[in-house]
């Protein structure tokens, strides 16, 4: 079950932008290193970007300069806008909390992930 309520995403052609909220109801939002990620059906899990309570950031290498991570830690709530969006920006996108020292995100994965239910982005050419 998710625990983690994701909103946002849609359809947009190659250019466009789209933004993605996610909120942690109930979390220690403090101790939360939280992010966006893309699962698709058979591919790996790619990182999307990450943030941490003290607001260090982490992005993929495919998205940087043109995706922005940032938290509201006031509200629980993670926000991510896409701007110049391209076809192979499509998939299915999920935020998901880490749990870490400090709330810091940190090279790799370290503990499990707290997930939401994904949403879908779809970019046309």
């Known amino acids: 079950q998710a625990r983690l309520v994701e909103s946002g995403g849609g359809s947009v052609q190659a250019g466009g932008s789209l933004s993605l909220s996610c909120v942690a109801p109930?979390?220690?939002?403090?101790?939360?290193?939280v992010g966006w990620f893309r699962r698709d059906p058979g591919k790996e899990r790619e990182t999307v970007a990450r943030?941490?309570?003290?607001?260090?950031?982490i992005y993929g290498d495919s998205v940087e300069g043109r995706f922005t991570i940032s938290r509201d830690n006031n509200k629980n709530t993670l926000y991510l806008q896409m701007n110049n969006l391209k076809p192979e920006d499509t998939g299915l996108y999920y935020c998901?909390?880490?749990?870490?020292?400090?709330?810091?995100?940190?090279?790799?994965?370290?503990?499990?992930?707290?997930w939401g239910q994904g949403t879908q982005v779809t970019v046309s050419s």
């Open positions: 998901a909390a880490e749990n870490t020292i400090w709330g810091r995100c940190y090279n790799g994965i370290r503990g499990n992930l707290d």
């Open positions: 943030i941490g309570y003290d607001g260090g950031t």
């Open positions: 109930g979390y220690s939002y403090s101790r939360y290193c």
